[in-house]
Nanobody, 116 residues
C-alpha cells in the first residue's frame, strides 16, 4: 500500500530553519507530483509548495523566498527547506502525492511550531 512518512518538524524560534522530509513507498515516485500542505489551528489545510514530476515548483506567496521544495527520486523523498521561519508558519505540515492517474495520498503530518 501507499505510505508517506514525514519527519523533521519541531519547535523553533522565529528566524530559525527546519527541513522537512517525506519518504514515499508504494507509488511510482518519479511519476508523481508531490506537495507540502499546512494546516494552522482553526484553519483549512492549504498548499505551501508543489513540485511536479518534471521538477517545476510552485509556492504560496507567503513563503516565496524563504521555503524551497525539492525532490530526490533515487530516495523516493521530497524535502521542504524552511528558512527565516515566522510564527504564522506554525501548523501541521502534511505531504501529498498526486499520481499521473489522479490518485491522491496523504502522510500523517508533522508539527511545526515557531515561537516569536
Amino acid at each position: 500500500q501507499v505510505q508517506l512518512v514525514e519527519s523533521g518538524g519541531g519547535f523553533v524560534q522565529a528566524g530559525g530553519s527546519l527541513r522537512l522530509s517525506c519518504v514515499a513507498s508504494g507509488i511510482s515516485f518519479s511519476g508523481t507530483d508531490m506537495g507540502w500542505y499546512r494546516q494552522a489551528p482553526g484553519n483549512q489545510r492549504q498548499l505551501v509548495a508543489l513540485i511536479t514530476r518534471q521538477g517545476t515548483t510552485t509556492y504560496t506567496n507567503s513563503v516565496k523566498g524563504r521555503f524551497t521544495i525539492s525532490r530526490e527520486n533515487a530516495r523516493n523523498t521530497v524535502y521542504l527547506q524552511m528558512n527565516n521561519l515566522k510564527p504564522e508558519d506554525t501548523g501541521v505540515y502534511s505531504c501529498n502525492a498526486k499520481t499521473f492517474f489522479g490518485n491522491q495520498y496523504w502522510g500523517q503530518g508533522t508539527q511545526v511550531t515557531v515561537s516569536s
